[in-house]
């Protein structure tokens, strides 16, 4: 046998050495697999998870509940966008610039569209899209700040117009549940549930009088929700969606929802005469701010209007003279109810109508007297 060559040599210690790394894997590989009883093992058939699908199988009752409201009420609510009507000074075609959108709802089928008064303050017209997609310009028929409430009119037929279910807020108790419907986009209605978590609640308006007894919920009321209806358990309407709250300024906070009893009771005001006629005493008052660094308690009133009815009352306001100004009176009760500031009065005299006859009582220079006065009806200012 002739020698081997160091080559040779050499190729048969690699091989050698190949062969123990082969050996001792395939020695691990059934020490592992008998420590895991087998499961490891190539030989191991894996099944496929089972998936359970629920489409045959019926929903919840307070599901298809949920559902069912939507899919009843959510022909009644529309997308609004807010036009402002401007000429261009050169050519003088007029075209109308988007303002604002939000949410509304049909208030009955002679075409009349609720929401709220922000959602349309920044323009002069607006246009109304259904839930069929079709859309129609609307008129601005009427509108109150102080309610953060607006009343649009479209031509649509009678037959594209199903109206909301008309409910009641006198008797809503915290813990019911609510649905907030919304189409913030013009796409596709939302729905977003919670339940009523306060009532009797307080917002300022844009026109700076308190909105009272607002519902507060836990529903998201995302902003472009605004004007849409706030429904019950039975997919009555039972207020307006008109705010959020958050700290963060996101809208992820408190909802309130302007009650639909006050609704109601304005609407009919709206669509007849384009306002809300509010019962006042005729008067111009000072601002609590200044009032209080004073130190004076009630409401400061500055001026009468000539002929009003705290002028017939025998009221009289701030004085300019020689010596310097003359404060007028005081008011510190309405009806028996005592008074500390312009919010107080706004409450009191929301709660009457035009043509009461209330006893106010005033204070000036350290004496107190009780007037009667006849309400009178009070213009709103558009802010």
Known sequence: MPPRTSGESHLTKILALLLLVVAGALVFTVFQSRNNGGRGGSNVTVEPKAIHRGSDEPLGADEQATIDIFNERASSVVHITSLESRRNQITLDVSEIPQGTGTGFVWDDAGHIVTNYH???????????????????????????????????????????????????????????????????????????????????????????????????????????SGGPLLDSSGRLIGINTAIY??????????????????????????????LTRPGLGINILTDQIAVSQGIKGVVILGVQVGGA????????????????????????????EIKSSTDLYKLLDAHKVGDEVDLSV???????TVK????????VTP
Request: charged fraction near 20%; charge should be positive; avoid cysteine.
């Open 246 to 275: 958050s700290p963060s300024g996101a809208n992820a906070g408190i909802g309130f929802a302007v009650p639909v009893d006050t609704i109601t009771a304005a609407v009919p005001q709206l669509i007849k005469f384009g306002k």
């Open 119 to 225: 959602v349309i303050a920044s323009g002069n017209r607006a246009s109304v899209t259904l839930n069929d997609n079709s859309t129609y310009p609307a008129t601005i028929i009427g509108k109150t700040p102080d309610k953060d409430l607006a009343v649009l009119h479209i031509d649509a037929p009678a037959a594209k117009l199903k109206r909301i279910l008309i409910g009641e807020s006198a008797k809503l108790r915290v813990g019911q549940k609510v649905l907030a419907i919304g189409n913030p986009f013009g796409l596709d209605q939302t729905l977003t549930t919670g339940v009523i978590s306060g009532l009797g609640r307080e917002i300022k308006s844009m026109s700076g009088r308190p909105i009272q007894d607002v519902i507060q919920t836990d529903a998201s009321i995302n902003p472009g929700n």
């Open 373 to 380: 006065v006849t309400l009178q009806a009070i213009e709103p």
């Open 363 to 369: 204070e000036k220079d350290g004496a107190r007297r």
């Open 310 to 337: 705290a002028e017939k009352a025998g009221i009289v306001g701030t004085q300019q003279t020689p010596d310097g100004t003359v404060l007028g009176d005081v008011i510190v009760a309405l009806g028996g109810t």
